[in-house]
T-cell receptor
Framework: GIQVEQSPPDLILQEGANSTLRCNFS?????LQWFHQNPWGQLINLFY???GTKQNGRLSATTVATERYSLLYISSSQTTDSGVYFC???????????FGKGTLLTVNP | EAEVAQSPRYKITEKSQAVAFWCDPI?????LYWYRQILGQGPELLVQ????????DSQLPKDRFSAERLKGVDSTLKIQPAELGDSAMYLC???????????FGQGTRLTVV
């Protein structure tokens, strides 16, 4: 199956700093999603992005499908941005949704 | 706003007992996923349904886990007997199908004692 690798595994920032999270995948994919897992465990949709760039407030994402990676940018980080960020890709004939291991982001005041 | 509903939110059960989780997907969503997430790890797919048919259950421990979606709407995931290693968050998600955007429920946190 498709392998999804996220980096870095952990990231600690001061409030106001910018960050870039990376997602690499091992094979061609049909689509890609970024999620933020809240403290109660629910996965919140951030971006649904097979290719190109999308922006939503302080967050943006870029997927370069031909080079098999996606980037999530967080600008002017806030303490509420803390949590785990997951990348997940759709692959195979059944569009199986496969997750990476996540990036744990901690934003300190 | 339409949501994926899961129940219960929390479940504590004793080892060797049976436990069941329920998921009601967003109306009209044909694809339904069950995931297991162990603390500190990413979600792992247990089973994927397209309408009432299983399209992927390659990671489902079939000796103790079962899943059904009889009418192609809501779904039940069962564990019998539960083991200590089954303690995890169980997440349900749904989508219209194919590679359309998936949405997750709030999950069921299972503790086996």
């Amino acid at each position: 199956g498709i392998q999804v690798e996220q980096s870095p595994p952990d990231l600690i920032l001061q409030e106001g700093a910018n960050s870039t999270l990376r997602c690499n995948f091992s094979d061609s994919v049909n689509n890609l999603q970024w999620f933020h897992q809240n403290p109660w465990g629910q996965l919140i949709n951030l971006f649904y992005i097979p290719s190109g760039t999308k922006q939503n407030g302080r967050l943006s994402a870029t997927t370069v499908a031909t080079e098999r990676y996606s980037l999530l940018y967080i600008s002017s980080s806030q303490t509420t941005d803390s949590g785990v960020y997951f990348c997940a890709v759709y692959g195979g004939s059944n569009y199986k949704l496969t997750f990476g291991k996540g990036t744990l982001l901690t934003v300190n005041p | 706003e339409a949501e994926v509903a899961q129940s219960p939110r929390y479940k504590i059960t004793e080892k060797s007992q049976a436990v069941a989780f329920w998921c009601d997907p967003i109306s009209g969503h044909a694809t339904l996923y069950w995931y297991r997430q162990i603390l500190g790890q990413g979600p792992e797919l247990l089973v994927q349904f397209q309408d009432e048919s299983v399209v992927d259950d390659s990671q489902l421990p079939k000796d103790r886990f079962s899943a059904e979606r009889l009418k192609g709407v809501d779904s039940t995931l069962k564990i019998q007997p539960a083991e200590l290693g089954d303690s995890a968050m169980y997440l349900c998600a749904s989508s219209f199908g194919g590679n359309t955007e998936a949405f997750f429920g709030q999950g069921t946190r299972l503790t086996v004692v």
